[in-house]
């Protein structure tokens, strides 16, 4: 189907819906007497009784076996908002009590700046016995086609105020295009779990004590690795050293900087564990050969590299005040792919790891149970489940059910204070939170897939495609269109498929009026889960912190 034709199918369903409502509003049409003329087949008056045993059938089976059914899933849906809320307020808690205490990496663990005055009197032996005392860094840059912002981050880390004498640039390119000209793996074995692998495995690398690793589109600033390797060099137990990652829209920020700063700086300050997030981090290499090094049995390679090390014994330490820039997801089919990628990932990887963590030596009983319960259960499965099922699902049906209960403390008390929890870190940005909302539960359709695709392992489960990038490319040569606008020719069906049933459980909700009014909530998801199918929402090239 053409985009074109499938738009013009939704919008007649939306114009057909809109006359019911009007026709039913203004009395010029008895929904009732429709109803009861369609069903009976032969009656042509309200009340004639003909043909009703259909309807007492289905309210019959309705109250006894599909009512029943869903009950189940509300209350397996409450137990998972519960599990939920309490998480987020936990991180979120400590995120904040951390900085009210004044909580600093620096206070935790020791740290002291690098360089020195060592043959001050001689300007040669200065500058010699200085950067002697710099231990050798590799910055590795893994890409794959991503010609529109490698220049961004190779002259990024170009600029880093590091000996030029003890830092080694590897650049692990996977590109097929045509216009790099230079060397190149034969093949994406292991994708970039497989680059970083292989890079570690020049001669040159095995003399370097620290690995940077930084996605093409990141651009760390020139202090970033004197900010980062004392940690590591100071505190022989620290493997990972993780800066903030600053990147995406404002409204995919109040989702992200949960997950990139309540979530890690929690982890941090408690059980010195968090996901390395692929990007804008430090490891030291003994820990990553101590590790079992790379890994591509998931698409999470980082997440997995970092589970293995902390099961090792190794701590984390993240520093929050450290921002590193980053380009956003350019389009609504890439961000869902990389949160496709990740969401699934993340599964998959529990899976994998349920066994290794209950039977690791170097972790104490506690760490296990943060690990398996809040690190993976809550935040890989529970989350993206009751966030579809109970929002997209349970409760729209429950408008055509009455025999159905929903606690009212379950759809709207615990969502209030989830969204207290993940807003108030970013009360600059209140006003888009109405939208954040909608565009999350569209989202949670793609990553509650993505979850049930890693953990059964299904077909797609291993896929990897990169993010694609737009970097100072957002307009073609003739700098006229746009080229986000040349994304935009494609329907995305499951989204149009869920607005059209979202829009029909509002206006049954609408028109019959049940306990439960939830048509407001219900047509903007409906509207939300319209426009993202039309491809609506696009976004420019976003370099700033947050």
């Known amino acids: 189907m053409e985009a074109g034709e499938a738009a013009g199918a939704v919008l007649f369903l939306l114009a057909a819906a809109v006359s019911l409502l ?19 087949g032969s009656s042509t008056s309200p009340g004639s009784g003909g043909g009703a045993w259909w309807r007492e059938a289905w309210v019959g089976a309705r109250s006894r076996a599909v009512a029943p059914a869903l009950q189940v899933g509300v209350w397996a849906c409450m137990l998972m908002s519960v599990m939920l809320v309490v998480e987020a307020t936990y991180n979120s808690a400590v995120s904040v009590a951390a900085r009210l205490v004044g909580w600093r990496p620096e206070r935790r663990f ?9 043959g001050a009197g001689d300007e040669e032996k200065g500058e010699a016995a200085a950067a002697a005392a710099y231990p050798m860094v590799m910055v590795q840059i893994p890409m794959y086609n991503e010609l529109e912002v490698y220049k961004l981050s190779i002259g990024a880390v170009c600029g880093l105020k590091w000996p030029k004498e003890r830092l080694i640039i590897q650049v692990l390119d996977d590109s097929t295009d045509a216009f790099i000209k ?33 996605d093409a589109d990141f651009q760390p600033e020139p202090d970033f690795l004197l900010r980062t390797v004392p940690f590591l060099m100071h505190n022989q137990n620290v493997a990972l050293v993780q800066a903030r990652v600053s990147l995406l829209t404002r409204i995919q920020k109040t989702f992200l900087d949960y997950h990139f700063k309540a979530e890690q700086e929690a982890g941090s300050a408690t059980f010195a564990f968090f996901s390395f997030n692929g990007t804008a981090g430090v490891w ?14 998931t698409t999470v390679e980082d997440m997995d590299l970092a589970v293995r090390a902390t099961l090792k014994g190794w701590k984390f330490i993240y520093l929050g005040d450290l921002r590193v820039k980053s380009e956003l997801p350019s389009t609504y089919k890439a961000y869902c792919r990389q949160q496709f990628r990740w969401s699934c990932g993340g599964a998959n990887l529990f ?7 209950l039977v690791a030596k170097k972790v104490s009983s506690l760490k296990k149970i ?54 108030i870190r970013n009360p600059e940005n209140l006003h888009t939170v109405p939208l954040w909302i909608l565009f999350e539960s569209v989202m949670s359709m793609h990553r509650l897939r993505a979850a049930v695709a890693g953990l059964l392992q299904l077909q797609e489960f291993n896929q990897w495609i990169v993010t694609k990038k737009v970097g100072n490319n957002a307009f073609d040569e003739n700098n006229e269109t746009p080229l986000l606008q040349k994304s ?15 829009i029909f459980c509002a206006s049954y909700n609408l028109v019959f009026h049940g306990k439960n009014s939830f048509y407001i909530n219900l047509y903007l998801q409906g509207l939300a889960f319209f426009l993202l199918g039309l491809n609506c929402v696009g976004t420019l090239p976003d370099h700033c912190c947050f």
Request: charged fraction near 20%; charge should be positive; hydrophobic fraction near 50%.
């Open 22 to 40: 009007a026709a039913v509003s203004t009395g010029a049409l008895d929904f009732t007497y429709l109803v009861t003329v369609v069903g009976e």
């Open 370 to 423: 943060y690990i398996l319960y809040s690190f993976f259960l809550v935040r890989r499965v529970v989350a993206p489940a009751v966030a579809f099922i109970l929002y997209n699902v349970i409760i729209p049906v429950s408008v055509m059910i009455p025999e159905l209960f929903l606690p009212i403390w379950g759809v709207a008390y615990i969502p209030t204070a989830l969204l207290i929890v993940t807003a």
């Open 488 to 502: 935009r020719k494609r329907v995305n069906l499951p989204e149009i498929g869920l607005s059209v049933f979202l």
């Open 110 to 118: 020791k740290w002291e700046p690098l360089g020195g005055g060592a």
């Open 351 to 357: 899976r994998k790891m349920i066994w290794d963590v």
């Open 182 to 214: 230079y060397a190149t793996r034969s093949g994406r074995k292991g994708f970039k779990a497989g680059a970083l692998k292989k890079g570690m495995e020049w001669d040159y690398a095995k003399q370097c004590e620290y690995v940077a690793i930084f």
């Open 284 to 297: 030291r290499t003994e820990a990553i050969n101590d590790a079992g090094g790379w890994k591509d049995r």
